[in-house]
């Protein structure tokens, strides 16, 4: 078992320990179709992916998954980064106010779902956290009703929030 330690850019210091191997044993319910070093490099979240850190790639996310990514240059949210070229996401502090971030991951469900992918397991949040992946499903079928398959113009807000949570929207 491998233990991380994590400062961010507020002087918070987090530990977690790794208890499973990265990409691997996965909650079954939990069947991403990106991973996130997928997600960096396709354009999600408009280039800024851990806004508040001043630029910085936090220090438990692999530095290579940002090989060749486009990173927001001021910090803010870049739709025009996005796969889709459209911003799709709400602010940071509406997820807060909505009460939908956890302390551990102050970044959100992206901060979670990079730290689950490399191995860490956190009981109770993993089973929420994967709660309001699946209930962003009914996206894709929205696309599918509405879109002709392959039409990559159609609906591009919801493919890139489809994109935000690693359903693959360009698939449908």
Not at 2 to 30: H, M
Not at 67 to 85: I, M, P
């Amino acid at each position: 078992m491998k233990r991380i330690v994590y400062t961010d850019n507020f002087q918070k210091r987090y530990s977690y320990a790794l208890t499973e191997p990265k990409g691997k044993n996965f909650d079954p319910e939990f069947k991403p179709e990106l991973t996130p070093q997928e997600m960096f490099k396709i354009g999600v979240f408009g280039g800024a992916y851990f806004i508040g850190v001043d630029g910085l790639i936090p220090s438990d996310i692999p530095k290579t998954w940002f090989v060749g990514v486009k990173l927001s240059v001021s910090g803010e949210k870049q739709g025009s980064l996005n796969y889709f070229g459209v911003s799709a996401s709400q602010p940071l502090k509406i997820w807060r106010q909505k009460g939908w971030i956890h302390p551990c991951d102050p970044h959100g469900w992206f901060q979670w779902y990079c730290r689950y992918y490399m191995g860490r397991r956190i009981s109770g949040e993993d089973e929420r956290q994967i709660k309001r992946w699946k209930s962003m499903r009914r996206h894709m079928g929205q696309i599918k009703k509405f879109c002709r398959r392959g039409d990559l113009h159609c609906r591009v807000k919801q493919r890139q929030v489809l994109l935000h949570w690693a359903y693959d929207s360009r698939k449908v």
